[in-house]
């Protein structure tokens, strides 16, 4: 044996490719060539995509290569290496080979190849293949391993049939045979580039199903009558997509056998009665092919041609993409092996289906379906061993309506099933008495916020994998976005929605008294909420604000009380045909209307503070900033402008119509998709780590998260916020605003007429903003309308793409990625009013004192940057944690230019004779803004 070993490794010895305990056994061996050498797969067939060069090599055996009893305990499989290993010193001897590697025949441990890369850049895949074995003796439900032959050590291990070692097997019996088949693929164009789409399609979406298994389904249908050679490619694509999308999850359950009517009861993909050449492919992967197919069938049956292309190019880049929950679980190092006998004493492999069936029974009806992905790698080099994996990725697809479950109820005390629910979940598992009297068998996870409740999946994961395969808690990794880091706050109880809560019933509370005034002479008919807050997408929820007890004279000008928001809502009356015929007179009776209002909120013990404009009132800790709105003032100020009237009639149809009309719509979708509001809350807090608060405004950001979760045809809907925010950050990496309008159909409100107007949107473009957002109320984008710019739009796809350009380490994606500032004004943070202690804010109730609002000292002072210099900087800034303002200097900041009268602020003469910016002045200049604000200035580089 030893000798034998020796020679056939030739010179460098090549390590053996199988595990070490299917040895070569005792006896003598004689080398056979193959009978015959068939050119198979994509490239035979002329489907390989352009991605691959590499041929695949079918190195038919001779009957007599096999004896009867070899497909028992891996002697065939033992057997079928040794050939390979004889072939090395042979192929090395030839020149025009460089390089000879294993890998592995469709990821299948148990059937290592030889990669044969030639000088020219030809590679060629060797398969041995063509055992004599009768089929009935390696059916599915037969036995082929037996255990005592497999495992050196104790253990308990019941001889079970083996399906995946029988397959394995029988598919090298039948694929000689198979390759017959493969003549009609060949000889038709149609069917040829069917299967090429098909391969490209499921390569998009990251689909592991084989080109061999997808030429077995045409096949099947060739066979079957479902389609013929002679059909177009479209007709062909619409037949195959059709069975894919309905009826070929149905039939794989009951065991397809190709070409034929009947069932072979065994899920799988059959040649004959037991050859499934399907075994190495997990069900998970075909119901994605089917979903997939239902989206495709569906865009072909509404005609839809332009977004099918769309669609099937559309990448899969991430488990995030199908997933909902992702975890990397480290395998211990001694693995379980009660299930691997099928898998011939792989243990790896009887390893991961244990897993999957306990976290299945765990997570009952809260998962809908369970994807566990592993790599192993190939090809590698025949001088050292197999590696084989040591971690999982196990993907988790949720019920959005039953994950966050806090109780799990078991049988009942006296029910014999008691004893098995307390063994499963050990001492989780306790007696508990409920309302209705029952006392069952419960267990309770952690769940008081809205924060727990998002870990209870988490929490029966680390609980049952280290009940049941020993695995720490520390060696499973649930992959996701810390929201505490992203969007909490050291006062916060959770992550800030229990704060949004409180500002929401305030909200409700104080909507009641509005709508029950009396001394106003017009009913107030409702009262929409339009700060973000109200729809639980605000940033930082706004905590009680803190009533000073300082007194008058000891204020002074060091003393910056803290930001207080005044969260924006408008009030519409009932209609009336006495408005003034004046825009003055309109405004005029507002104001009276707002002191009216103060006085009677007054008398209910209520503080308001009237501005010509609006009316704050204040409750509960909380300050709402109350606008009226009049439909005749609309109109009027759209007939006549005067410099008198403060804004325009498009400003004040965003501020009173459209903004309130669309928060509605948000706040709906909020309470439909539970993930939504945190999305948008992470997507803020990304564009404000980047420093681009004052370029992209709230409403833009809830309304792409609102597209991703409305238009799902290619994905699933995400339902959790880490898939979320990472199909956003891919969708803007992705999308191009110059072509496209964004179109956010909600209630599916747009009519056929609106969206046939944007089908030629580039006839129309210059007529709409950069960033176009269409969706019911905001035909014209107003919305987006000054906000965000060109500019802007491509700082945010060049952001989007490097964040998602590494999503194995989601830590670094909202680490700032523009650090090229030419200067860089740091802040003094204790005049900013956003930095303050952490001891939660008292609100005293009785109090009259009303705070200071809307005081921002950095934004103000970017606003007057703007003015001055905004031709000529970008100044990039964090408005909710302002501690520095980054200054980018747009191209051309430092040229010469020709001197013109309207061009001459702000420049200084040269010695040619022309004018250029004054950089000294303009530092100068920031310094003497920011006076008492700004602590130092940085200057990183003046050149551009």
């Not at 192929?91 to 080979?97: P, Q, T, Y």
């Not at 500002?503 to 008919?525: A, D, G, H, M, Q």
């Not at 409100?749 to 960033?771: C, G, Q």
């Not at 030419?822 to 303050?836: A, P, Q």
Request: glycine share 4%; with cysteine; charged share 20%.
């Amino acid at each position: 044996k030893q000798r034998y070993q020796r020679r056939v490794r030739g010179e460098k010895k090549s390590v053996w490719p199988l595990p070490t305990y299917l040895t070569i056994p005792n006896g003598s061996f004689k080398f056979f060539p193959p009978i015959q050498v068939i050119e198979v797969g994509g490239a035979k067939s002329c489907t390989q995509l352009k991605t691959s060069n590499t041929s695949d090599l079918l190195l038919v055996l001779p009957e007599k290569f096999s004896e009867p009893k070899d497909y028992l305990n891996g002697r065939y499989i033992v057997k079928r290496t040794l050939f390979l290993m004889h072939l090395i010193p042979k192929l090395k001897k030839l020149d025009s080979v460089s390089i000879i590697k294993f890998s592995h025949f469709d990821q299948d441990v148990l059937k290592p190849i030889l990669l044969v890369q030639c000088k020219n850049g030809d590679s060629f895949n060797l398969i041995p293949s063509g055992c004599t074995f009768k089929s009935s003796l390696l059916a599915p439900d037969r036995n082929a391993v037996r255990p005592d032959k497999i495992y050196t050590d104790d253990v308990t291990c019941t001889e079970n049939s083996t399906p995946f070692y029988n397959s394995s097997i029988l598919t090298d019996v039948y694929s000689p045979q198979y390759v017959n088949s493969l003549a009609v693929i060949e000889d038709s164009d149609s069917l040829r580039k069917v299967l090429t789409i098909l391969k490209f399609w499921l390569r998009r979406k990251s689909v592991k199903i084989s080109g061999h298994i997808l030429t077995t389904i045409l096949i099947h249908l060739l066979k079957s009558g479902s389609i013929t050679a002679e059909m177009d490619v479209l007709t062909l694509c619409k037949r195959l997509w059709s069975y894919l999308a309905v009826d070929f999850i149905p039939s794989f359950l009951s065991g397809i056998i190709v070409g034929s009517a009947t069932k072979s009861g065994y899920p799988g993909l059959f040649t004959d009665t037991s050859a499934n050449v399907a075994y190495n492919t997990d069900l998970t992967a075909f119901k994605e092919l089917a979903r997939h197919s239902q989206v495709v069938l569906q865009l072909l049956e509404a005609r839809d041609y332009n977004t099918i292309l769309s669609v099937m190019t559309e990448k899969v880049s991430s488990m995030f993409d199908v997933c909902d929950v992702v975890y990397k679980v480290e395998l211990p190092d001694s693995l379980y092996a009660g299930e691997s006998l099928q898998y011939c004493g792989v243990r790896f492999r009887g390893a991961i289906d244990h897993i999957k069936t306990i976290l299945q029974k765990s997570y009952g009806d809260r998962v809908t379906q369970i994807k566990i992905n592993y790599t192993i790698e190939e090809p590698w080099s025949r001088t050292s061993a197999p590696t084989l994996p040591t971690s999982i990725m196990v993907g988790l697809s949720i019920d959005k309506d039953k994950c966050n479950r806090v109780v799990d109820r078991g049988p009942s005390a006296d029910n014999p099933e008691s004893t098995n629910f307390k063994e499963f979940w050990g001492d989780k598992s306790n007696l508990r008495r409920f309302q209705d009297g029952s006392i069952v068998q419960a267990v309770v996870w952690q769940g008081r916020t809205a924060h727990e409740r998002r870990s209870i999946l988490t929490q029966i994961t680390e609980h049952i994998l280290n009940l049941h395969v020993d695995i720490l808690a520390d060696k499973i990794t649930e992959l996701k976005f810390d929201s505490r880091e992203i969007v909490g706050q050291e006062n916060y109880e959770g992550d800030g929605e229990e704060q949004a809560q409180k500002i929401i019933t305030t909200f409700s509370e104080l909507s009641k008294v509005l709508r029950n005034c009396s001394k106003i002479p017009l009913s107030i008919t409702s009262v929409l909420g339009v700060s973000p807050v109200l729809r639980n997408t605000d940033l930082y929820p706004q905590a009680e604000y803190q009533v000073s007890r300082a007194k008058k004279q000891d204020l002074t000008p060091e003393v910056v009380p803290p930001y207080v928001r005044a969260h924006d809502i408008v009030c519409h009356f009932e209609l009336s045909g006495k408005w003034p015929e004046d825009v003055r007179g309109i405004l005029r009776l507002k104001a009276a209307f707002y002191l009216a209002l103060k006085e009677e909120l007054e008398s209910l013990h209520i503080i308001a503070k009237v501005n010509n404009d609006f009316l704050d009132i204040a409750r509960n800790g909380f300050v709402f900033r109350l606008r009226f709105y009049v439909p005749k003032e609309e109109k009027m100020r759209m007939s006549n402008i005067s410099f008198w009237v403060p804004s325009s009639a498009a400003d004040l149809k965003v501020q009173t119509v459209t903004l309130p009309y669309v928060s509605s719509y948000l706040s709906s979708i909020a309470l439909h998709f539970k993930a939504l509001p945190l999305t948008v809350r992470f997507f803020k807090s990304w564009i404000a780590g980047h420093c681009l608060s004052n370029y992209i405004p709230d409403i833009f950001c809830e309304l792409v998260v609102a597209h991703i979760f409305l238009s799902t045809k290619s994905y699933s809907v995400p339902q959790t916020v880490t898939a979320a925010f990472l199909r956003v950050l891919s969708f803007l990496s992705s999308f191009d605003w110059s072509l496209y309008p964004l179109l956010v159909n909600f209630n599916e409100e747009l009519s056929t007429e609106t969206l046939e107007h944007f089908n030629n949107f580039m006839n129309i473009r210059k007529s709409y903003p950069d960033a176009c957002i269409v969706c019911p109320h905001n035909e014209k984008s107003e919305l987006t309308r000054s906000s965000p710019t060109k500019s802007s739009l491509s700082i945010l796809k060049h952001l989007a793409t490097e964040s998602i350009s590494d999503t194995s380490s989601l830590s670094t994606v909202f680490q700032p990625k523009h650090t090229s500032y030419n200067v860089i004004i740091h802040l003094k943070k204790s005049k900013t009013g956003r930095f303050t202690d952490s001891k939660p804010r008292q609100h005293h109730a009785k109090s009259i004192q009303f705070p200071l609002t809307e005081f921002e000292p950095a934004k103000m002072y970017v606003d007057e940057l703007t003015q001055a210099y905004g031709y000529l900087c970008l100044f990039l800034y964090n408005c909710y944690k302002p501690t520095h303002i980054g200054v980018v200097m747009r191209k051309g900041g430092n040229e010469e230019m020709r001197f013109t009268v309207n061009g001459s602020m702000g420049r200084i003469r040269t010695e040619k004779g022309k004018v250029k910016n004054n950089l000294d002045a303009m530092l100068s200049d920031f310094d003497l803004l920011g006076k008492g604000l700004v602590q130092n200035i940085e200057v990183v580089s003046l050149q551009i």
